[in-house]
């Protein structure tokens, strides 16, 4: 799992009026607004091609489509992102509970959430994101 960060500052920043013109308004609301999209509604869920999946707001590589399973949450998950730094992971007390947000390690977007409930995947964990937050290119296009 990535390490825990509480950065500051991105690689990749916008102000907010440029975030708004580069996001629909389901995106902000997700990737900068920390929203949750509906469960079983996003267009990514039931994706099963190979390839790659990225940060919609910046295109920074998050995941391989290899490690993408079906965890019957109502989101797309994975076991393990790309890459070590790929992903950001912060404690997250919303909600009366503590989780752990995932963000976008190059532009500080909300993602979705980490659980270490991910049974009989190689780490054990799911990473649970907002379809709406990522971006998807088949191997084919690649």
Known sequence: ??????????????????????LN???????????????????????????LYTCRACDNELFLAGTKFDAGCGWPSFYESVREGAVELIEDNTL?????????ANC???LGHVFPDGFGTPTGDRYCMNSVALGFTPEDDA
């Open 1 to 22: 799992m990535d390490t825990v960060n509480n950065n500051d500052s991105y690689p990749f920043e916008l102000s907010e009026s440029e975030w708004r013109a580069r």
């Open 25 to 51: 308004d389901a995106e902000y609301a997700v990737l900068r607004e920390a929203a949750t999209e509906r469960p079983g509604t996003g267009a990514l869920l039931d994706e099963n091609r190979a390839g």
């Open 96 to 104: 009366g509970m503590t989780r752990t947000e995932v963000r976008c």
């Open 108 to 110: 500080g977007s909300h």
